[in-house]
């Protein structure tokens, strides 16, 4: 079975910044990708920032140029630097891995408890 774990939430004030990170652990083969998704009250779930084990990256418009997705495959840890924040930020994260939990078998999405990021006027 495969963990995600998350940490870096927290509250911030409008123009201030958050590291997120996430770290896999369990029965892990290899990690095809790891990203970010959020969920703000009223809202659907969207996808944030990814980023696959070669290094490649994708982001939201909305997220775009204000934050930094990086990993550390040796850790099975990805980070999601967040700046210049604003109050539409402010949701419950979700980090999201895409994991093959053994040789030739097919990926496996998991999900991390998500972390709740509060952006203040």
């Known amino acids: 079975q495969v963990h995600l774990v998350e940490s870096g939430g927290g509250l911030v004030q409008a123009g201030g910044s958050l590291r997120l990170s996430c770290t896999a652990s369990g029965s892990i083969f290899s990690i095809y990708a790891m990203g970010w998704y959020r969920q703000a009250p009223g809202k659907e779930r969207e996808m944030v920032a990814f980023?696959?084990?070669?290094?490649?990256?994708k982001y939201a418009d909305s997220v775009k140029g204000r934050c930094t997705i990086s990993r550390d495959n040796t850790k099975n840890t990805v980070y999601l630097q967040m700046d210049s924040l604003k109050p539409e930020d402010t949701a419950v994260y979700y980090c999201?891995?895409?994991?093959?939990?053994?040789?030739?078998?097919?990926?496996?999405?998991?999900w991390g408890q998500g972390t709740q990021v509060t952006v203040s006027s």
């Open positions: 999201n891995s895409v994991v093959e939990v053994a040789l030739a078998t097919p990926p496996m999405t998991y």
């Open positions: 980023i696959s084990s070669g290094g490649s990256t």
